[in-house]
């Protein structure tokens, strides 16, 4: 199995399995979910993975076992930001919201749990000043430490929060979904492996993905500058699957 690294957006990953370009993707069953039916989604990840089985069942496609750990999307402003307006949670934004500068990623207009999520916080989307980057990249840390931008969206474990010391706000309407990690993959590639054993192999693997050990395995790429494949041999081997 060959990997190919930054695929693109939700939208275009999804695309790309059901046209066989990809095989398998991760996938975080709350936001998959809302691509599909986002009003299925709940705050309980087995039960939005269950749902998530329902609504790819009929492309052929299996979600395999969800991981104990979990990555949402966080919504984050400087400590200076924080404390000059008195912005601590996700309802402290629509006072402010014209004078801040948003980064968003360019899929959160189709996103619930991003659009619709800020709309219900009083947000008028799209904010006036808004710059498009991804969510979860090292661009959208570097502008909103270079005060490029003023809120940013990123997810939840990500390096940066803890490198620079942003404030997560919190999500007091309790709007994001259960975001825990679980193999998304093509039904005509099982049919080609030992379906079994490929299956309990990632499902072991994914079985030890905690919280914790997502942020670490960040930290140590993004800012101790190892290796992915290092630090995934050092994931599996500090946890007897390799």
Known sequence: ??????IGNRETYMAA?????????????GSGLTFYDKTKVTSDGQKNADALQAAVAPKNETVLGISPGQDQNAFA???????????????????HQDDLKWGLPSD????????GALKTYGINYPPKQRTPLGACDVPM????QGKAIDVAEFCSTQPAIAQFKFV????????????????????????????????????DASAKIT????????????????????????????????
């Open 1 to 6: 199995m060959k990997k190919k690294p930054n």
């Open 17 to 29: 399995i059901k046209d066989g370009s990809v095989d398998l993707v991760p996938e975080y069953v």
């Open 77 to 95: 402003v400087r400590a200076d930001t924080s404390t000059s307006l008195g912005i601590t949670k996700l309802s402290d934004l629509a006072a």
């Open 108 to 115: 959160c207009d189709t996103n619930e749990a991003c659009a």
């Open 141 to 144: 840390a570097t502008a909103l």
């Open 168 to 203: 997560v706000l919190t999500d007091d309407k309790a709007l994001q979904p259960a975001e825990n990690l679980a193999p998304l993959v093509r039904n005509d590639y099982l049919a080609k492996v030992d379906a079994t054993a490929f299956k309990k192999l990632l499902n």
């Open 211 to 242: 919280t914790e050990a997502l942020t670490t395995m960040g930290v140590d790429v993004a800012v101790n500058h190892k290796e992915v494949a290092e630090v995934a041999k050092a994931f599996l081997t500090a946890n007897g699957l390799m």
